[in-house]
């Protein structure tokens, strides 16, 4: 069974940083995308960044966020600072995990639980 925990959330007064991190665990063969991706009360979830070989990001937290993985121990984390109160959201981890080491397996799309970031004005 694959498990996806992510931990670092809390609150935080604008112009903070925080960093979150997230662990993929159980029996898989190999990991390929992961990303964070947010959702704010009344709003849609959308992704804020994500890694393969590269890193992408969403407008709206480009040059205030990285994003980086350390493959060996399957985690990513999001260091995300100059925090503003529209950064505040659920935050949750995707991971695109292969189970199988066979030719051709497919990748499956693991979710989190969430962690909340919460930044006051």
């Known amino acids: 069974q694959v498990q996806v925990v992510e931990s670092g959330g809390g609150l935080v007064q604008a112009g903070g940083s925080l960093r979150l991190s997230c662990a993929a665990s159980?029996?898989?063969?190999?990991?390929?995308?992961m990303g964070w991706y947010r959702q704010a009360p009344g709003k849609q979830r959308e992704l804020v960044a994500g890694i393969t070989s590269g890193a992408n990001y969403a407008d709206s937290v480009k040059g205030r966020s990285t994003i980086s993985r350390d493959n060996a121990k399957n985690t990513v984390y999001l260091q995300m600072n100059s925090l503003k109160p529209e950064d505040t959201a659920v935050y949750y981890c995707n991971a695109d995990i292969v189970l199988r080491s066979h030719w051709g397996a497919p990748q499956f799309s693991y979710w989190g639980q969430g962690t909340q970031v919460t930044v006051s004005s």
């Open positions: 159980g029996s898989f063969f190999s990991i390929n995308g």
